[in-house]
């Protein structure tokens, strides 16, 4: 090779290397902002309202934490058909708008008993965690009372109001 190609080389070589740190430069700096803004939002959210169960019973003594991991897992259990018939119905409802031949009046009622059964799911959730909340001692009560300010949990994890609201970010 000769030495202007050299030359040509070395200075593609030095651009290139440029760029890629740029670049880097570029990639933390932006994730420094992110998890900034992120620490930010975890600090701004009253009682950590947004915490999952796990995170609110991982500090819980592990006795304690058993018999709320218990309590909760037998209450979801056993709401667990009115969400499924929620569920259901809704499905039933998309399908009836579908349909060839499209009846509101049924819609509007598959809705309707959807709406129900997914508040009477939600109703037997929030009871039992106020009666388990009253075996709690007062500092455990304050660690898991932001369960009670979730509206319903979608998969994935967010949360969603109910299904005819419009999902929050």
């Known amino acids: 090779m000769s030495a202007r190609g050299l030359k040509i080389a070395l200075v593609a070589l030095v651009l290139v290397n440029v760029f890629a740190l740029a670049a880097l430069g ?3 700096v ?42 909760l897992r037998a209450s979801a259990l056993a709401a667990r058909p009115d969400f499924e018939e929620a569920r259901r119905l809704r499905r039933e409802a998309v399908e009836a708008v579908a349909a060839e031949r499209f009846d509101a009046a049924a819609v509007a009622d598959l809705l309707e008993r959807s709406r129900a059964a997914e508040l009477r799911g939600r ?11 009253a075996t709690l001692e007062p500092a455990d009560r304050a660690r898991l009372a932001p369960m009670l300010a979730r509206s319903g949990r ?16």
Do not use: F, H, I, W
């Open 123 to 133: 109703k037997r959730l929030e009871d039992d965690s106020l009666a388990l909340m």
């Open 26 to 28: 570029t990639t933390l």
């Open 30 to 71: 932006q994730l420094n902002r992110v998890e900034t803004r992120l620490e930010a939002e975890v600090e701004a959210r009253p009682n950590g309202e947004r915490r999952s169960p796990r995170r609110m019973m991982r500090d819980l003594d592990p006795e304690v934490r058993d018999l709320v991991g218990e309590a």
């Open 154 to 169: 979608g998969r994935g994890g967010r949360d969603r109001g109910p299904p005819d609201a419009p999902q929050a970010d």
